[in-house]
């Protein structure tokens, strides 16, 4: 055989080896080979590991290898987890250890903030010590007193409590540092990481098992916000199914504006068609996309007028930055708020979701998710150092 040709075949058999173990570890790959619209994934940007995936919650690019599932058309608001009286029960905030040292969950900038979720996983890890939600350096405007409660049922011990205030005389209250649970895999909880918690009785549960189960025991929403927002919502979707899309600006840890992060419509639309292919039979679904910067959406229309998107940009074209709510009237915050929780619940609740990685709000979007028998989370990455 001819030297050329035994190296030609050489060749041919090491990259099938290679694309077989990168299907194997479930890694993203790259279909494009136009930089600007190729997916990475970054470990600072969330709750996911690099290891290999197998939960069937996420998508992956190897859409070829998926049958294209049955449509169905109707979709009933009253089906989604959120839009009903929470089916879990409680946190008891108070059968925490009050003899320990107490911790103070700093509140920054959001309401869909991890590092909120995963301190309250620690707290109770940690000899089931007690805790309560410090909104003294958060970015909320004063005059909204007690921010959270404005929105959600109390998380944790109330700041102004006897328990709080008898802790803080004694100096047994310690503000929980970020790194103490964000520096390696099993404190973010990633997927496949195994936690057993006592004080909850949780024996060997799942990274991803876990957060999803303690965000629906601790974050949830005031009964009238949570019948107004299904709504609003089901008057955008009027009983049909729907693909949700998250186009959001991206931020650093700070809750700061990273400029240097940007993504590209093209993506977007690249990715919609696939899903139509794979979960609506071909047939261009209802779009609903959620975003804090309403000429998205916009660019989007302008692309492909073939596309039914459906926004609260629609109502409320106002942009909003993070970096100036606290000069925001009572008005403002209340349409802000209104709008970004019916966009959560969109998302929550859709068939399929596209969201980019760099932002909070997907992934809280993906844990608020029920688990479906199909892949229905796809995440896009911005370009960016």
Same mark, same amino acid.
């Given at each position: 055989?001819?030297?050329?040709?035994?190296?030609?075949?050489?060749?041919?058999?090491?990259?099938?080896?290679?694309?077989?173990?990168?299907?194997?570890?479930?890694?993203?790959?790259?279909?494009?080979?136009?930089?600007?619209?190729?997916?990475?994934?970054?470990?600072?940007?969330?709750?996911?590991?690099?290891?290999?995936?197998?939960?069937?919650?996420?998508?992956?690019?190897?859409?070829?290898? +998926?049958?294209?599932?049955?449509?169905?058309?109707?979709?009933?608001?009253?089906?989604?987890?959120?839009? !009903?009286?929470?089916?879990?029960?409680?946190?008891? +905030?108070?059968?925490?250890?009050?003899?320990?040292?107490?911790?103070?969950?700093?509140?920054?900038?959001?309401?869909?903030?991890?590092?909120?979720?995963?301190?309250?996983?620690?707290?109770?890890?940690?000899?089931?010590?007690?805790?309560?939600?410090?909104?003294?350096?958060?970015?909320?405007?004063?005059?909204?007193?007690?921010?959270?409660?404005?929105?959600?049922?109390?998380?944790?011990?109330?700041?102004?409590?006897?328990?709080?205030?008898?802790?803080?005389?004694? !100096?047994?209250?310690?503000?929980?540092?970020?790194?103490?649970?964000?520096?390696?895999?099993?404190?973010?909880?990633?997927?496949?990481?195994?936690?057993?918690?006592?004080?909850?009785?949780?024996?060997?549960?799942?990274?991803?098992?876990?957060?999803?189960?303690?965000?629906?025991?601790?974050?949830?929403?005031?009964?009238?916000?949570?019948?107004?927002?299904?709504?609003?919502?089901?008057?955008?979707?009027?009983?049909?199914?729907?693909?949700?899309?998250?186009?959001?600006?991206?931020?650093?840890?700070?809750?700061?504006?990273?400029?240097?992060?940007?993504?590209?419509?093209?993506?977007?639309?690249? !990715?919609?068609?696939?899903?139509?292919?794979?979960?609506?039979?071909?047939?261009?679904?209802?779009?609903?996309?959620?975003?804090?910067?309403?000429?998205?959406?916009?660019?989007?229309?302008?692309?492909?007028?073939?596309?039914?998107?459906?926004?609260?940009?629609?109502?409320?074209?106002?942009? +909003?930055?993070?970096?100036?709510?606290?000069?925001?009237?009572?008005?403002?915050?209340?349409?802000?708020?209104?709008?970004?929780?019916?966009?959560?619940?969109?998302?929550?609740?859709?068939?399929?979701?596209?969201?980019?990685?760099?932002?909070?709000?997907?992934?809280?979007?993906?844990?608020?998710?029920?688990?479906?028998?199909?892949?229905?989370?796809?995440?896009?990455?911005?370009?960016?150092?």
């Amino acid at each position: 055989m001819p030297l050329l040709l035994r190296h030609s075949i050489l060749l041919v058999a090491q990259v099938i080896i290679l694309t077989t173990l990168d299907s194997a570890r479930g890694e993203t790959l790259d279909r494009n080979n136009d930089p600007s619209s190729q997916l990475r994934r970054r470990l600072l940007l969330d709750p996911r590991s690099v290891e290999a995936k197998t939960n069937e919650h996420f998508a992956d690019r190897l859409l070829e290898s +998926y049958q294209p599932e049955p449509t169905t058309k109707v979709y009933d608001v009253r089906e989604n987890y959120w839009c !009903k009286p929470a089916q879990l029960p409680p946190i008891d +905030y108070h059968s925490c250890d009050k003899k320990r040292v107490m911790n103070a969950i700093p509140l920054h900038a959001e309401l869909t903030d991890k590092f909120m979720l995963l301190s309250v996983i620690k707290s109770i890890e940690q000899e089931n010590a007690c805790y309560f939600i410090d909104e003294t350096e958060s970015r909320f405007p004063e005059h909204s007193g007690s921010f959270l409660e404005n929105y959600l049922e109390p998380i944790g011990l109330a700041a102004d409590s006897v328990d709080v205030m008898l802790a803080n005389k004694k !100096k047994m209250i310690e503000i929980m540092p970020r790194a103490n649970v964000w520096n390696n895999a099993e404190d973010r909880r990633v997927e496949n990481t195994i936690n057993t918690i006592e004080a909850l009785q949780y024996h060997n549960v799942e990274g991803h098992e876990l957060k999803r189960n303690i965000l629906k025991r601790i974050w949830r929403p005031i009964p009238k916000l949570r019948d107004d927002t299904c709504t609003k919502l089901q008057d955008h979707i009027k009983g049909e199914e729907y693909l949700a899309i998250s186009i959001n600006k991206c931020y650093d840890t700070t809750g700061e504006y990273d400029e240097r992060y940007q993504y590209f419509i093209d993506d977007y639309v690249q !990715k919609i068609d696939e899903i139509v292919q794979l979960h609506f039979g071909g047939i261009n679904p209802l779009i609903f996309a959620a975003t804090d910067s309403c000429e998205y959406v916009e660019k989007i229309r302008e692309r492909r007028s073939d596309f039914r998107i459906i926004s609260e940009c629609d109502r409320n074209s106002h942009d +909003y930055t993070r970096r100036y709510q606290t000069e925001w009237t009572r008005e403002e915050i209340e349409q802000n708020y209104e709008k970004y929780f019916v966009e959560l619940f969109a998302m929550a609740g859709a068939k399929v979701l596209i969201g980019v990685s760099c932002t909070n709000i997907s992934w809280f979007a993906y844990f608020m998710r029920e688990k479906t028998e199909h892949k229905t989370f796809y995440v896009l990455e911005p370009n960016g150092p």
